[in-house]
């Protein structure tokens, strides 16, 4: 095959369409509800938010939404996205177990985030639309907003999690290079900013915080509106494409997955590489165990609860029923920033309610004992986020390996670690601990969950 047809070839597995779990769910989730008067939302609730075109998307419940060519055209930068085989890592572990990893740092911005910023992007440029705010937690998302906003002219405002803004300044670096301009969160530029530094001017800060800053700005400026990264419907159908290429990838690799796993923070890159396989399943194909990875420290699908919530700590966004920590909840400051949220998608939350999916949970320094074992097997040093997929992946063959059974194990590397580095040198000087979070401050979280009639 000459590389020219190789190209080609390539090119032809990028998805033509998205893949929409609302079309195959045996129950449809709880409707979202408006913030003010608790009444299920409709689409022209979310309009100050979002162009028409993704709203309309958010509540779809058609199997398949086809991908605009201009948004499959950018995807050609870097996709399909490899599938590997872990051999090395597989020796190491002396598991009879195939380990199999979809690897989404390859993107521009490292991580899986641009398949949703990329066609976020662009619906806001064909609606017209000149201005995006959103917020950012370990800074993949902002630096793919960013990028997004780049390719289509868009001016693009983030706002970072504190945090990750002092921890991470060449994320930040990348955000302005493409273009954006970035803020640390808590800020003194919003209500919601300026409410939480009057009480602690040292704030950390967390993603409920910097949501609310964005949510501010975009309804409160005609010409912005607002873009999130994880969490809603349509980021998740947009992430889809990874599953649908690993399923064409695991067939020319003559193999079908077992187990499927990915971390999760809102849930987009877990939902990106399991639904289309789970999908499969509820139109009554083969059934796989599907596991969600989290931090011990931001345990939503494993210690939260499942009930209607805010998505921000400000209470401006409408309220989904979803595992949740509550919405003042405030993580400590573990590395994976990208997984210091207090809710889950509500469509990853609904699948566990129904046991189509696991949820497991591991502490920081496990999942960087994991990464590092894998980067020295594998070459990839994975986010920090992604050592959480890597850290149940390897429990997996371990498992496999007590049980002498030959799985063939998938899961996401959600991204690379290479703006994480000061995290690594943590870790590998022993200066990384496990952070607990503060049982009371999780009882109070949790009692002041919003009370919705039923
Ligand atoms: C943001 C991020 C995550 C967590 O977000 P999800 O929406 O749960 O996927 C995981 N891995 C990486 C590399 C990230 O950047």
Redesign the pocket.
Known sequence: MSETTKYLLDEERIPRHWYNIMADLPVPPAPPLHPGTLQPLGPDDLAPLFPMELIMQEVSTEREVPIPEPVRDVFKLWRPSPLMRARRLEKVLGTPAKIYYKYEGVSPAG???PNTAVPQAWYNAQAGIKKIATET??G??GSSMAFAGALFGIEVTVFQVRVSYDQKPYRRALMETYGAVCHPSPSPLTNSGRAILAKDPNHPGSLGIAISEAVEVAATHDDTKYAL??VLNHVLMHQTIVGQEAMVQMEMAGDDPDVIIG????????AGLSFPFLGQQLRGGKKRRIVAVEPSACPSLTRGKFAYDFGDTAHLTPLTKMHTLGSTFTPPGFHAG??RYHGMAPLVSHLKELGLIEATAYTQTACFEAGVMFARAEGIVP?P??NHAVKAAIAEALRCKAEGRSEVILFNL??HGHFDMAAYTNYLSGKLVDQAYDENELAMALSGLPSVPA
């Open positions: 991580s899986h985030k937690g370990a993949q998302w990264g994880s971390c999760t923070g809102g849930g987009s890159n877990f990208g997984l986010a986020e992604a959600s991204g």
